[in-house]
């Protein structure tokens, strides 16, 4: 069964600082990894899709990394600004069974404070 | 695009009644899934369609859970009948392709039960 960790749970920064999100995956067996953002009482918003052949996404302040073999992926955001902060989300589609099934870690609480 | 549209925002309702959720995907999506989020288990996949066909059950936690999609632009999520457990935000989203390639999914804006 994929299992999917976030870490940190929460990160509170000053504005301007470069920062790094976390996520691991128990089985590489995967199609695509996608970073969603949440904000309160909202959906949730896709920033950034990796196939399984990517190593890397960027779209413009976030660059997404991609390591299949070790279960690990990054999420890493320049210059945070206030209007970043949210809950981000990282899912991954496995390629096993039911094949369109996304798995989704608990997320990071990331505060901006200005 | 009006983007994928849930209905209520937000229910309350008492033990034992029956509660229905509505959805309607962003047009030309394939894919619909049906979402639970809590605090303590995070989301979970209830159940999701292809082509309005239902392809994987196995997340509707009891009996007492059903889904529908009766067209390509309407689903519905039904509990019946509702317990205080069941209280979460529930998420509708949609794909062209299930997130299996470069397709993203589209979420709505979910909505909140609750259930005294």
């Known amino acids: 069964k994929q299992e999917v960790t976030q870490i940190p749970a929460a990160l509170s920064v000053p504005e301007g600082e470069n920062l790094v999100l976390n996520c691991s995956f128990t089985d590489s067996a995967i199609y695509n990894l996608q970073w969603f953002r949440q904000d309160p009482g909202k959906g949730l918003t896709s920033l950034l899709l990796i196939q399984s052949s990517q190593r890397e996404q960027t779209s413009g302040r976030l660059n997404a990394s991609l390591d299949k073999s070790s279960g690990r992926s990054t999420l890493y955001i320049a210059a945070s600004q206030p209007g970043d902060s949210a809950t981000y989300l990282c899912a991954v589609t496995s390629s096993g069974g039911s094949n369109y099934k996304l798995t989704f870690g608990k997320g990071t609480l990331l505060t901006v404070n200005p | 695009d009006a983007g994928v549209i849930q209905s209520p925002r937000h229910e309350v309702t008492e033990m034992g009644q029956e509660v229905t959720l509505r959805c309607k995907p962003i047009s030309g999506h394939d894919y619909l899934f049906w979402y639970r989020q809590t605090m303590m288990r995070g989301l979970e996949l209830l159940i999701y369609f292809n082509n309005n066909v239902p392809i994987d059950d196995s997340g509707m936690p009891e009996d007492r859970f059903s889904a529908k999609m009766p067209n390509a632009s309407f689903s519905t999520l039904k509990i019946q009948p509702s317990e205080p457990r069941d209280s979460a935000v529930y998420f509708c989203?949609?794909?062209?392709?299930?997130?299996?390639?470069?397709?993203?999914?589209?979420f709505g804006n979910g909505t909140r039960l609750t259930v005294t």
């Open positions: 989203a949609s794909s062209r392709s299930g997130g299996r390639y470069n397709s993203p999914l589209h």
